[in-house]
């Protein structure tokens, strides 16, 4: 940590691009139904949480104005590359012209678009989780009802495709729905997964995959291709795969908070997994020293008492919850690395640094 205190604070860099962001959200989901606006205005006003990934959004789109497009040497490649994005933009986007560019215009837009389907996809989850609190409130179907908040979700979600489709870059398009599908899967996978792959944590990697790393990664990637990279340039990968681990590295910090965070920090309740039937890296990582725990895993905790053992479990093994620190750590690093196929620029500096911050943050 103090190491990383040479880089920029990734928060502070991007703070003068994310001003105006949730006024301008605020506007983007106005509908003329009012319930159906308060409903959505709920988490961009006043409870607009950390903003993590509009940030990763916004230090991507300046680290990738550092680097030089380079157009694809094949011609249907070449097509596609014309027709989404390089060729468009006859000036070159540098450090210095980005901020006043179309790419950056549009850039900022996939932020905001992120956010939004982040949001609906909480205010859906926390009925899915039946949680009555989010970002240190009320959840919004408690505030509401079940009915308005899986319409406000729903709302939301058609309010980001209007939104994606005015970037006018079918790729990017293409890239954020399969996101969309991914966060469905990786909901449907973490309820529906049969009993013996519970215990994995390869299933439970593909399942945090899914359900928050796709986002975060697609839309890194998507940030490259609106900077005028195509598809399978070296830049894009760096790009996604930066946020592949970020993501990764972000859910197993949020499921280890879920054991050692407090509800009042947290803004959103503690301990809620084990409830939930769910069993993540240190659960996981306890049973590989207790055998016993396996079957408790298996039945999603169902039977009186299972909880608590598993907790004693969890607590009598000495690394379990280092092991997952670890495996955290280890995504973390990954994502660095990914960052050093990029030129050197201050934002790539607070990519690096926000990956500490993810794996060492108590909320
Ligand atoms: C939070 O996980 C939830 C997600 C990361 C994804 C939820 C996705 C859906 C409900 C699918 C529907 C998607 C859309 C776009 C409407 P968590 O419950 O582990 O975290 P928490 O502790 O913050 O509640
Ligand atoms: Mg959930
Ligand atoms: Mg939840």
């Known amino acids: 940590e103090k190491e990383m205190a040479k880089f920029p604070e990734p ?9 105006p962001f949730s006024d301008s959200i605020s506007e983007l989901v106005s509908s003329d139904q009012p319930i159906l606006s308060m409903a959505a205005k709920h988490f961009f006003e006043k409870r607009h949480g950390k903003r993590f990934r509009p940030t990763i959004v916004q230090l991507m789109a300046k680290a990738v104005a550092a680097t030089t497009v380079t157009p694809p040497l094949d011609s249907p490649q070449l097509e596609k590359w014309e027709s989404s994005g ?4 006859p000036t070159p986007v540098t450090p210095l012209n980005h901020k006043s560019s179309e790419v950056w215009r549009r850039q900022a837009q996939l932020g905001q678009i992120v956010e939004m ?5 909480l205010i ?8 009555e609190t989010r970002r240190g409130g009320d959840a919004v179907h408690k505030l509401y009802s079940n009915k308005v908040a899986v319409l406000a979700g729903d709302y939301l979600l058609a309010r980001a495709s209007v939104l994606l489709a005015r970037l006018e870059n079918t790729a990017v398009v293409q890239i954020m729905a399969t996101a969309l599908e991914s966060l469905v899967s990786g909901e449907i996978m973490q ?19 899914y ?11 998507s940030v490259a291709l609106l900077g005028g990279h195509c598809y399978g340039s070296e830049v894009a990968t760096a790009c996604e795969e930066y946020g592949f681990h970020m993501g990764l590295a972000y859910q197993i910090q ?7 965070g407090v509800a009042s920090v947290l803004g959103k309740p503690a301990l809620a997994d084990m409830d939930l039937g769910l069993s993540t890296a240190p659960i996981l990582y306890a049973a590989e020293e207790f055998d016993q725990l396996k079957p408790l895993i298996m039945r999603r905790f169902k039977n009186k008492g299972d909880k608590q053992l598993a907790l004693e479990y969890l607590f009598k093994s000495p690394i379990a919850m280092q092991k997952a620190e670890n ?23 607070a990519l690096v640094r926000l990956t500490s911050v993810v794996i060492t943050r108590k909320k």
């Open 117 to 121: 389907i982040h949001v609906a996809s």
């Open 124 to 131: 859906h989850d926390d009925v899915l989780d039946e949680a």
């Open 254 to 260: 949020d499921d280890i908070l879920d054991f050692t």
């Open 191 to 209: 309820l529906k997964s049969p009993p013996e792959s519970l215990v994995e944590i390869e299933t439970y990697l593909r399942k945090s995959y």
């Open 327 to 349: 495996l955290a750590t280890f995504h973390a690093d990954k994502a660095v690395e990914a960052l050093g196929r990029l030129p050197e620029s201050e934002a790539r500096d």
């Open 211 to 221: 359900k928050t790393a796709s986002l975060i990664c697609y839309a890194c990637r």
């Open 11 to 19: 928060f502070g860099l991007v703070k003068e691009e994310l001003k």
């Open 86 to 89: 390089g060729s468009h933009f």
